[in-house]
């Protein structure tokens, strides 16, 4: 290998130098954006059955469907609501799937099966498989008091912009859809006897598109168009509706004609207190640079601003900025963790090897961006991560090859000689070494689920980085090693070479103390393990406090405006809130990754305020809590900042089972009572709802029979006086407009004036509602909730400051030992509780190929499983530093803490790997353990703690950084890294003297 080395070097040189510049040309081009991207694993089904209730919707609609859905074996779960007039099915695959696009047609043929079940009025079915799309950028469209002519703004708007490269789509939101309402006057249809199906059937007939074909004048093609639309509104009230005497009136004469806003009310959205029509823009992932799309689409604004005055086009939420942001505060770290490590390297080896060593970080940089780039990666926060991570380790390679050349020097070895040994001696320990490293990550890369994706970009780039620097390591720097270093002179002035001879005969002299002493620390430090906060993803760093809004359910969506405009008129009076922007009947856009999108619901708002700064929400936060709980006693609010990882409900989830649907309510209030109790749960809710009132109509068949009528000529007359059916559709606008006729009230309608409505016969005869049926209010339920379709309710609770949902879950647990819940009762843990055990079970899952390769690869090395068990102690060491660092740091426990703990393993065992190759050699020396333990602990102190320092400066900046998700990782590695690598040096060498006696042997040829 040194020969084609030496041989080659030219190669050598031009092949490094280009993979330099494709990651230089790949850094300038290559896809960016804040966080990851999630595949399409979540989805939502919409059902629309218009007047039915809602225990009607789940037997009928929900039922049939979720029925179908169990068979699609893709889907993990299916979470299903029935309101009054709608279903609602929130669906989510497996973690193991990839290729969503197949599981989501196997959805669709489930619905479509289930759809022949349905009775024939339930109305629209759609499937949304985008539900985690994220709005890159939300313009807000502003400057006029009518919602119909924003809607046409945005609309003008949404097609200036479709072309810009990089958009998937332009969603509008907040818009307000148009109908023609004819008001029908029932005492005026009475008197002229016309019943309203007449009015449907003279509207079908006048308004058809019947194309009238073409005539040949001259050689030249005259089309023929036959006037059989309605041209206008005027078209419509003239209509005329024949009488029974034969005459005709017009349509005006029975009905009031107007154009306005579809009904029931639409989702409505404001931009700091002014009524707006929102353009979510969708970005293409994975493929748009992030930064430059946001730059495209301010350009395109400011040319065409002019083109909409006197409207106000205006940004709500801004992704690009942010990414901008990430990635920029990121590269510092990443700059200023190499000017860490460097200052470290030249400080621990001086000016000549610092540089050698030093020289290998921007090779492995670029080259390592570059193929990152070819394989696809995106640039975001988790990436760059990795790249900062694998800074520290990815030098180690080089600071032991150049060490070791430096020695072989100093003993007077000519160059090329020197090169030589230390390829032979270092390549396989150093190949073990990185290998070890790869295995503890195979599990992270291998995982799947939420979690897994979300952080992947951490191994695929240490992975990559580490394996380009341990092939630089054995080629490109010694090469240079050899080119420039020279033998050292005073070599005793060295303070680590004297810490080496120190720690030497510390282990020679008392083996059995510092084992004692290790074992010692190790239990101390597992005993910390209570003081330890648990958390599973940490909140996000931006000054934003969402607060969800819940009104009872069955509550008009006109008085959950009045209540969220009253609420955010509250909240300006405080100094922090620097803008409050409100959505009603809907949640508004997603603006952030884990930002969960509901359906829409007229009992849902949702108020987003930016403040100064992110310590300035904490005080909000509980006083908007204490605000709502005081003046709006009807309103249920969550109020919290945004969170990091996979998105949740919330952070405690407990969902109760019982087939009893009483004994279901009591466990349900139980749970709730219980939580709401325990210390740190605040903002705790439960979906039980008291129900809501009704008019039941009751239709005597008998007498109905005598005038010629059904139950269902009854119930679409109903129907027509509050919703209105739609008659036909006008078709002089881009999108049809539907023409519905209802009463001149609507949903407005007084129950006295609906009771004295009149319905029609097949001749056209007006029979009172009273003659033929009777009416009883009853109450039922205002909403009924499926989980894999069985009913259910749920318990849901938001986390003060520094507490843990393992915490709350205790209480509750605890509260629930005395007062037990009623026989029967199931519970089930969402939330944190579900997404961490949903993590750790896919890392487990991946772990068995993790330690199949760790311990092939030592095997490989070291062909003996009693110094592979020793190596192995290395990771229990470390527990005495990552304990008590995260105590003493004030960093959770959760997911990226773990994530520091498999980094660490595979860092830790590399100092065992390079002791004990030391050790092995001396061994078949012929030299006593004693001795060779002693020899391979002054060699190797220096290499060690020089790797250690440059790992640990190298994580510095993410440790101190105002980040919330990265410093307990990075204080979980740095405090591990710190005890393991003390003990490393003297618990395993001492080990080693205890437990090894002879080099490993070569098998024997025994005879026969």
């Not at 990089?166 to 907040?174: A, D, F, K, P, V």
């Not at 090859?401 to 090329?416: A, W």
């Not at 001879?501 to 239990?523: D, N």
């Not at 439960?686 to 008019?695: A, E, F, M, R």
């Amino acid at each position: 290998m040194t020969r084609r080395l030496l041989n080659y070097q030219r190669l050598l040189g031009m092949v490094v130098t280009m993979l330099c510049l494709l990651g230089i040309a790949a850094y300038s081009t290559m896809p960016r954006q804040e966080d990851p991207s999630f595949p399409y694993r979540a989805g939502m089904i919409t059902v629309s059955y218009p007047g039915a209730s809602a225990e009607a919707v789940e037997r009928l609609v929900l039922q049939p469907l979720t029925d179908e859905l169990r068979q699609v074996e893709e889907l993990d779960w299916s979470q299903g609501t029935a309101r009054t007039g709608v279903a609602l099915a929130r669906l989510k695959l497996r973690d193991r799937i990839y290729d969503t696009d197949s599981a989501w047609d196997r959805v669709r043929q489930a619905m479509e099966r289930a759809r022949q079940d349905f009775p024939d009025d339930v109305g629209l079915m759609e499937l949304d498989d985008r539900l985690i799309d994220i709005p890159a950028v939300v313009l807000a469209v502003g400057g006029s008091p009518s919602v119909t002519e924003l809607s046409e703004v945005a609309e003008r708007l949404k097609q200036n912009l479709l072309d810009i490269p990089g958009i998937s789509r332009i969603e509008l939101e907040g818009d307000a859809d148009e109908q023609i309402t004819l008001a029908l006057d029932d005492a005026a249809l009475y008197r002229l006897g016309v019943p309203p199906k007449r009015i449907l059937d003279t509207l079908a007939r006048r308004n058809q598109t019947i194309p009238g074909g073409f005539v040949v004048v001259e050689g030249k093609r005259l089309s023929v168009l036959p006037n059989t639309e309605f041209t206008d509104i005027d078209a419509i009230r003239a209509t005329p509706i024949e009488l029974p005497d034969g005459s005709q009136v017009p349509l005006a004469a029975a009905a009031e004609v107007w154009r306005g806003p579809a009904e029931p009310r639409q989702p409505e959205t404001w931009f700091d207190g002014e009524r707006v029509v929102l353009l979510s823009i969708i970005m293409e992932e994975g493929s748009t640079d992030a930064i430059r799309f946001g730059e495209r689409i301010r350009e395109r604004l400011e040319q065409v601003r002019p083109d909409f005055e006197p409207y106000q086009l205006r940004e709500m939420f801004f992704q690009p900025d942010k990414v901008s942001d990430r990635l920029d505060d990121l590269a510092w770290s990443l700059v200023l963790s190499v000017l860490i490590i460097v200052a470290v390297v030249f400080t621990g080896m001086g000016i000549r090897m610092g540089l050698l060593v030093a020289s290998i970080l921007p090779m492995v940089a670029l080259i390592s961006v570059g193929l990152y780039d070819l394989g696809g990666g995106v640039l975001h926060q988790i990436a760059v991560i990795g790249m900062v991570i694998s800074l520290g380790i990815l030098i180690d390679n080089a600071i032991v090859i150049v060490e070791n050349i430096q020695g072989h020097l100093d003993e007077g070895m000519r160059r090329l000689d020197a090169l030589r040994k230390a390829v032979g001696e270092l390549a396989g320990p150093l190949g073990a070494s990185t290998g070890t490293t790869l295995a503890a990550f195979a599990p992270l890369l291998m995982a799947k689920g939420g979690a897994a994706d979300f952080t992947r970009g951490v191994p695929v780039m240490i992975m990559l980085t580490l394996s380009v620097s341990y092939l630089l390591a054995i080629s490109a720097v010694p090469l240079l090693a050899a080119r420039f270093l020279k033998p050292r002179k005073n070599l005793h002035k060295d303070r680590l070479i004297g810490l080496a001879s120190y720690l030497g005969g510390l282990v020679y002299r008392h083996p059995g103390r510092l084992i004692t002493a290790g074992a010692l620390l190790v239990v101390i430090s597992l005993g910390m393990t209570p003081f330890m906060a648990q958390q599973f993803f940490p909140n996000a760093d931006r000054p934003r406090v969402i607060v969800e809004m819940y009104m009872p359910e069955g509550t008009d969506q006109a008085r959950t405006a009045e209540v969220a405009a009253v609420l955010e008129q509250a909240i300006r009076t405080r100094p922090e809130a620097l803008e409050v922007h409100r959505f009603v009947g809907f949640t508004g856009p997603s603006f952030y990754y884990n930002l969960q999108r509901s359906p829409q619901a007229p009992n849902r708002a949702r108020l987003v305020v930016r403040t100064p700064t992110l310590a300035d929400t904490t005080d909000l936060v509980k006083w908007i809590r204490h605000e709502a709980a005081r003046s709006l006693p009807e309103l249920d609010i969550t109020a919290g900042i945004l969170g990091q990882g996979p998105p949740r409900p919330a952070p405690v989830e407990v969902r109760v089972f019982h087939p009893d649907d009483n004994a279901r309510a009591r466990a349900t209030e139980q749970v709730y009572s219980i939580l709401r109790g325990v210390e740190g749960t605040v903002d705790v809710r439960h979906d039980l709802d008291i129900g809501v009132p009704s008019i039941a109509i009751n239709v005597d068949d008998a007498t109905a029979a005598r005038y010629g009528l059904t139950r269902a000529d009854v119930a679409q007359s109903l129907y027509g006086q509050s919703y209105g059916a739609v008659a036909e559709r006008y078709r002089q606008e881009d999108d049809p407009i539907p023409i519905v006729l209802r009463s001149r009230e609507g949903t407005s309608l007084s129950l006295s004036r609906l009771l004295s409505v009149n319905t029609y016969n097949d001749q056209g005869d007006a029979i009172p509602l009273s003659a033929v049926a009777t009416v009883e209010t009853t109450w039922e339920p205002a909403a009924v909730y499926l989980r894999n379709g069985v009913r259910v309710n749920t318990v849901s609770a938001n986390l003060e400051e520094d507490y843990s949902f393992s915490q709350a879950l205790d209480g509750l647990y605890a509260g629930l030992e005395q007062n037990p819940l009623p026989a029967g009762t199931r519970l089930d843990m969402g939330g944190d509780a579900e997404g961490s055990d949903r993590a750790n079970s896919a890392l487990l899952t991946a772990a068995p190929i993790g330690m199949l390769l760790l311990l092939f690869f030592l095997l490989l090395q070291f062909n003996s499983f009693r110094r592979v068990g020793i190596i192995l102690l290395t990771v229990p060491l470390a527990t005495v530093g990552i304990f008590p660092g995260l105590v003493l740091s004030g960093s959770p426990f959760g997911f990226q803490s773990l994530l520091g703990v498999i980094a660490l393993v595979g860092i830790v065992v590399n100092n065992a790997i390079v002791l004990l190759d030391v050790m092995d050699r001396e061994l078949e020396r012929g030299r006593a353990i004693a001795d060779a333990v002693r020899t391979a602990v002054e060699r190797r102190t220096r290499p060690i703690l020089l790797t250690t320092a440059t790992t640990v400066a190298g994580l510095l900046p993410l440790a101190f950084s105002s980040s919330t998700l990265w410093p307990p990782m990075a204080w979980a590695i740095i405090s591990g890294l710190l005890a393991s690598t003390v003990l490393t040096l003297l618990v395993i060498p001492s080990v080693c003297t205890k437990l090894i006696k002879l080099p490993v042997g070569e098998p024997e040829n025994a005879p026969a």
